[in-house]
Every structure is written in structure tokens, then in C-alpha cells.
T-cell receptor, first 114, second 115 residues
């Protein structure tokens, strides 16, 4: 079964700083990759996803992520954060090809200071 | 808009009670999932279902069971609730992941407290 690792559970940064959140997965086959965000008091919603093609994917609110197959990684980035980006961010992986399990990492709690 | 509806936002139950958490989706999705969310542990998969009456264990199935008698409804059952099952429970649904661009949609969650 696939598993997902996220590092640096708590991240605190100032507005306009750049954000990068790491995500590594363990699964040898084809994967589908996701980043979800949970704003305080709200349900999880999709930021972006990768299925195939260009390994650099762009999502909502200025976020992007890069799939590096050789490193089993799917890191999330935003060049300049805002206070409204304060949220918890989760990386998720699906094994694809008939595997309908969806596994999540432990999340990154991001606090942006105005 | 896809809608995943969980029957309760908050529940308080006593130790030893049988607890039912209900989830309904309105998008004819094949897959449905139950997770529990705990601080510092992220989302842990309890069970998922890829079709009516079909289920697979997730990473932490002990103490739980599930039922999927209709495509739109997926129930999580705590056979005998214990205090260590106090948590936020999240339901999600998705089309099969073979379809490119598939994503999972989440409900608002049920915060269960077992006393």
C-alpha cells in the first residue's frame, strides 16, 4: 500500500515569504498525486493534482507543485504567501491502475503572520 | 456542485454504545472513503468502498465496520465505542481513479466525542 510523508509539521512565516512544503510517497507504480488544503473551520478542498504530462502543475490561489518521479516527490510551492494562506495542507497519493485507495500524509500546519 | 453530506456535525456518545455515522453523496461516485483526522496524525484511512457492497480495509480498521447497501450512502459503524475513538471523522467520495482528473470531495466532518 502507498504511504505519504510530509515534513516540518508546523511552518510559521511572514506575508510575502515563499513557501515550500515537501511530500514524498512510497509506491513503485503509476501514481496520481494531490494537494488538499483545509482552512480553519472548513472542509478539505483540492489545491491541485497531477495525473500525467507536465510534471509542473499549477493550482488555485497561486500554488504550484512539481512531480519528480526519481525522487518520489511532489513538493508544493507558493512564491509569496498571504495571511489568508493560513491553513493545514495535506499531500495525498493514489496508486492508480485499478487501485482506488487514497492515502494522506500527516499534514503541514502553516501560519502566515501579517 | 458535488455534495458530500455527513448526517451530524457533532455527536456525543457513551463508552460501549454502538455508533452509526452516515454519509451521502449526490454525484453517482463509485468510491467512498472514511477517514479519521487527529492533530499531528493527519488523515488516516479507516475503510473505503469502490462499489456497492464492496469494501476494503484501510490503515486503521480495528474497532470499525462499514456498510454500503446503496451507491450514494456509506455508513461507518463503531461496534462498541471507546474513548480512543474520540476524533473528527471525514467522509469523501470520488469517481474511480482510472479516470484522468479524478479528485475526492469531502464532507464537513463529524466530531465524535466518546465519554
Amino acid at each position: 500500500a502507498q504511504s505519504v510523508s510530509q515534513h516540518n509539521h508546523h511552518v510559521i512565516l511572514s506575508e510575502a515569504a515563499s513557501l515550500e512544503l515537501g511530500c514524498n510517497y512510497s509506491y513503485g507504480g503509476t501514481v496520481n498525486l494531490f494537494w488538499y488544503v483545509q482552512y480553519p473551520g472548513q472542509h478539505l478542498q483540492l489545491l491541485l493534482k497531477y495525473f500525467s504530462g507536465d510534471p509542473l502543475v499549477k493550482g488555485i490561489k497561486g500554488f504550484e507543485a512539481e512531480f519528480i518521479k526519481s525522487k518520489f516527490s511532489f513538493n508544493l510551492r507558493k512564491p509569496s504567501v498571504q495571511w489568508s494562506d493560513t491553513a493545514e495542507y495535506f499531500c495525498a497519493v493514489n496508486g492508480g491502475r485499478g487501485n482506488n485507495r487514497l492515502a494522506f500524509g500527516k499534514g503541514n500546519q502553516v501560519v502566515v503572520i501579517p | 456542485d458535488v455534495k458530500v453530506t455527513q448526517s451530524s456535525r457533532y455527536l456525543v456518545k457513551r463508552t460501549g454504545e454502538k455508533v452509526f455515522l452516515e454519509c451521502v453523496q449526490d454525484m453517482d461516485h463509485e468510491n467512498m472513503f472514511w477517514y479519521r483526522q487527529d492533530p499531528g496524525l493527519g488523515l488516516r484511512l479507516i475503510y473505503f468502498s469502490y462499489d456497492v457492497k464492496m469494501k476494503e480495509k484501510g490503515d486503521i480498521p480495528e474497532g470499525y465496520s462499514v456498510s454500503r447497501e446503496k451507491k450514494e450512502r456509506f455508513s461507518l459503524i463503531l461496534e462498541s465505542a471507546s474513548t480512543n475513538q474520540t476524533s473528527m471523522y471525514l467522509c469523501a467520495s470520488s469517481p474511480r481513479f482510472e479516470r484522468p482528473g479524478t479528485e475526492a470531495f469531502f464532507g464537513q466532518g463529524t466530531r465524535l466525542t466518546v465519554v
